[in-house]
């Protein structure tokens, strides 16, 4: 019989090969997907293996003088290659000494990121429970992906964790959706993967089915190109970060169309009343009609109304575009498609309703089970200050200060020691100009790493991790039909060990070795957490099989259970005994608790704000253009970037930026040119694509091409270098990175290679 060995990846599931053709095992993609996902076959290419890190380093002015030395150095420094017995010295030495001199509270372990897939070896989840065991850290809350709505949604409908997991599935969709609206597109490229390991790539498949039963699809969203195929049957462009007033004048539409039923509104929401008067313009002389949005939005009159009009006549599902929060304001589309869909009175039925990120991951849309899986416990932390994820420049920049967040008021807390392990702040984070101020403040920075990305060069203290291939694992993402035995391909390389090891030699020196590890290596910990999760499993009416079948077997495949989900089926059918999570138990279109926090720029139900920047504003003189920075199609993330098929979508080795043909001309811009985008903020290089799939005023840089500061600009074409580093709004203070206005221009001097993918200057000291 031959052995079934086994991968996963945020980005799929692959088999690897037991016959190495090359010296290295190959890796296919699962022969049960139906429309497998290529970016991880590269995860083994010698292009990729090139820029690992082989050995502990420390930057050369920190090791020599001390901790705090030349802190403005990060990442323009040579390292020196250390010993892990060294590395691991000096990492626990400061811990111990920031710990006895500042407290846990100086500590900043947020340490956010998608690391790699696999619930034993996940590097955050390591981080938090070393430091839990040490006394705590400073943590961070919610996330970049859903900052605004993770702090919105549990107030007026269910938390995000419980959404993402609750999608109507693709075959109720085909079944009964005869309207199909998306505000930001379907893009299938950010299907492609999900957090902890994709299975079936299923969500292809479900648009054609949608399609083929005859539903209409409409994209409204700066960019065409979001529903690939052609599968939109309508593309109506939208000025970026204006949908809320597009959904108003939608709601405007239906309130006075004779068709609109209250009933729905009466059993299951609350606060339409209060929101009333807003809508009609009664309370700020504003009516919120097609007339008024069409000036926002660029949208006209006449194309609003008659989308409206379609949605009353059709069994229609709303969906929206995680990036649509990702912006100034936030909330307020989600809150506004939330409302429209209650005023359409669909909820919960088959095909009708509102989605919240079909076209995010692969997850929405499954009808696998839902079963828990297993999970690497984190302990508890003693250390209460936090702060919301995508304020961490804020954080370095102004201790002491205060900050809103969900109706509370918060300090920022000074931070002496940051410790990084399986996210890119240089990737994740906004203006990274200003992060690199930022980032000056801490005396030491940890930061556990694979390669040497950006975030490794900035640190002091690189301590080089395995890869997933590297180490034996389980993988498992809700409702993505899988339990899979991830399986050792290669044997780590160079030097690099573990996090779990990592950490556990961190736990020996501070004395709380037996309490971190509880006396188990990865093979016991694999057990324990299976055995676990078959309990629970059990307990849902599912029996697996003992560990050493599922892991001869290579996965547990659950995909035999299952059933076609309704969300907000039970909610619907009786919203008495099963209410929603909200303090009415009812969708809040209008919110009394949101309403007592008091606050301007988010009130008690959705409203209209101008954002930040955008292309309505008078700042729009200097800076015509708005900058999407969406996520990459060949990547994930910073992770892959290079790679072969990473690269094979650069221009003259720059990410390329996505033109309007008019907006080039006007430029001189041609196909192919490097160009150089800017602002206040910053200013960075990319390769120029001329595209009529993107509205005129609007470019597209995606996210992830390795941060690469030059001298004066950044050579790469990391958006951040551009976006804005501000709140969404005082009630969740998610990441605006997707408000942002630039200019773009030829380069016209000579062209600084890229050097992102050189390795940095490492002295290695002969033992
Ligand atoms: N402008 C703009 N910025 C954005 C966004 C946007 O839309 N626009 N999107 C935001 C969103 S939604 C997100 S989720 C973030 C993503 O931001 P991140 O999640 O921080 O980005 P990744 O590139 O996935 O970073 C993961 C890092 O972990 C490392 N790693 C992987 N596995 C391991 C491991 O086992 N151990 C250790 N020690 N390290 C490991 C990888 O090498 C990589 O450097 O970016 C955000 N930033
Ligand atoms: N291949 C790949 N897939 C991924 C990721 C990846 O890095 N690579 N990252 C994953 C992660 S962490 C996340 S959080 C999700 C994110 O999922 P999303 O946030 O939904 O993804 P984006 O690609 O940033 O944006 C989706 C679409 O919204 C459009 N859009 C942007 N602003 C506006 C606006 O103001 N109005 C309208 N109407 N449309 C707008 C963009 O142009 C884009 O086409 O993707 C996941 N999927
Ligand atoms: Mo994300």
């Not at 609350?270 to 002389?285: C, H, K, Q, S």
């Not at 060990?497 to 990592?502: E, G, L, P, S």
């Not at 160009?675 to 993107?694: K, P, T, W, Y």
């Not at 790469?716 to 501000?726: F, Q």
Request: glycine share 10%; hydrophobic share 40%.
């Amino acid at each position: 019989m031959t052995e079934h060995r086994y991968s996963a990846a945020h980005w799929g599931i692959y088999e690897i090969d037991p016959d190495p053709a090359e010296g290295r095992p190959k890796l296919r993609s699962f022969s049960l997907d139906p429309d497998p996902n290529p970016i991880g076959l590269d995860q083994l290419d010698p292009s990729v293996t090139a820029l690992r890190i082989a050995q502990p380093a420390i930057r050369e002015s920190w090791l020599e003088a001390g901790a705090g030395t030349n802190p403005s150095k990060r990442g323009r420094e040579r390292f020196v290659e250390v010993d892990w017995e060294t590395a691991l010295d000096l990492a626990a030495g400061e811990i111990a000494r920031i710990r006895a001199a500042h407290g846990n509270e100086a500590i900043f372990g947020g340490s956010y990121g998608w690391s790699s897939a696999g619930r034993f070896h996940h590097a955050q989840s390591h981080l938090h429970r070393f430091y839990n065991n040490v006394g705590g850290y400073v943590h961070s809350v919610d996330s970049y992906s859903l900052g605004a709505a993770r702090v919105l949604m549990p107030h007026i409908a269910a938390g995000m964790d419980e959404s993402n997991v609750s999608h109507t599935s693709w075959d109720v969709l085909a079944a009964h959706c005869e309207l199909f609206v998306s505000f930001g597109g379907m893009p299938l490229k950010n299907t492609r993967v999900s957090p902890g390991g994709a299975g079936r790539h299923r969500a292809r498949d479900g648009l054609r089915r949608m399609r083929e039963a005859g539903a209409r699809i409409v994209n409204i969203s700066p960019v065409n190109d979001s529903l690939e195929d052609g599968a939109s049957d309508e593309w109506i462009p939208i000025q970026p970060n204006t949908d809320t007033a597009m959904l108003l004048a939608l709601a405007h539409v239906v309130l006075n169309d004779s068709r609109f039923d209250r009933s729905f509104l009466a059993t299951h929401t609350v606060g339409f009343d209060r929101f009333l008067p807003y809508l009609t313009g009664e309370a700020d002389g504003i009516a919120k009609t097609p007339a008024w949005a069409a000036g926002i939005t660029g949208v006209s009159a006449a194309r609003i109304e008659r989308l409206a009009r379609e949605m009353l006549g059709k069994r229609t599902m709303l969906n929206i575009a995680w990036a649509l929060q990702r912006a100034a304001h936030g909330e307020q589309p989600f809150w506004m498609l939330v409302t429209l869909a209650a005023m359409l009175g669909q909820i919960g039925l088959p095909g009708g309703g509102y989605g919240l990120g079909y076209g995010a991951m692969n997850t929405m849309g499954s009808s696998h089970p839902r079963v828990p899986g297993p999970t690497l416990p984190q302990g508890r932390n003693a250390v209460a200050a936090f702060i919301p994820v995508a304020r961490f420049s804020d954080m370095l920049l102004r201790p002491g200060e205060t900050f809103r967040y969900n109706g509370g008021l918060h300090r920022y807390p000074d931070i002496r020691l940051v410790h990084w392990a399986g996210g890119n702040p240089f990737h994740h984070h906004q203006d990274l100009n200003r992060l690199r101020l930022a980032w000056e403040k801490p005396e030491t920075i940890i930061v556990h790493e694979q390669y040497w990305n950006p975030v490794a060069r900035h640190a002091d203290i690189v301590l080089p991790a395995t890869i997933s291939l590297e180490r034996e694992d389980l993988a498992f993402s809700t409702r993505e039909g899988y339990l899979i035995a991830m399986r050792r391909a290669v044997a780590p390389y160079g030097n690099a060990r573990d996090d779990f090891a990592i950490f556990s030699g961190l736990a020996r020196r501070l004395g709380v070795e037996p309490d971190y590890t509880e006396g188990l290596d990865v093979f016991g910990w694999l057990r324990r957490l299976y055995e676990k999760n078959r309990m629970q499993v059990a307990e849902a009416g599912i029996k697996l099989p003992d560990f050493e079948e599922f892991w001869e077997t290579g996965f547990i495949d659950y995909s035999r259970h299952d059933r076609p989900h309704v969300m907000h089926a039970d909610f619907r059918h009786d919203p008495v005994s099963c209410p929603l999570p909200t303090p009415s138990g009812k969708i809040e279109i209008f919110s009394e608790r949101i309403a007592s926090f008091e606050l301007d720029d988010c009130p008690g139900h959705p409203v209209w704000r101008e954002p930040f920047e955008w292309l309505g504003h008078a700042e729009s003189k200097r800076y015509p253009l708005h900058l999407l920075s969406d996520q990459p199609v060949r990547r994930l993330h910073s992770q892959l970037d290079q790679s072969p098929s990473s690269r094979a979508g650069k221009i003259s080795g720059r990410e390329p930026v996505y033109l309007n043909p008019k907006d080039a001309a006007q430029r001189g811009i041609a196909q192919g040119d490097v160009v150089e985008l800017f602002n206040d903020r910053g200013r960075c290089l990319a390769g120029a694509i001329l595209s009529e799939a993107i509205m005129p005023r609007v470019v597209r840089l995606s996210t992830g091409a390795w941060f690469d500061p030059g001298d004066d600009v950044e050579k790469h074409g990391n958006p951040n270098t551009l976006t804005l580093d501000r709140g969404t709004s005082s009630l969740s203070q998610g990441c605006s990175a997707l408000t942002c206005l630039i200019e773009v221009r030829r380069f016209t001097g000579s062209v600084p290679p890229v050097s992102a993918f050189t390795l940095p200057e490492i002295i290695v000291k002969e033992v």
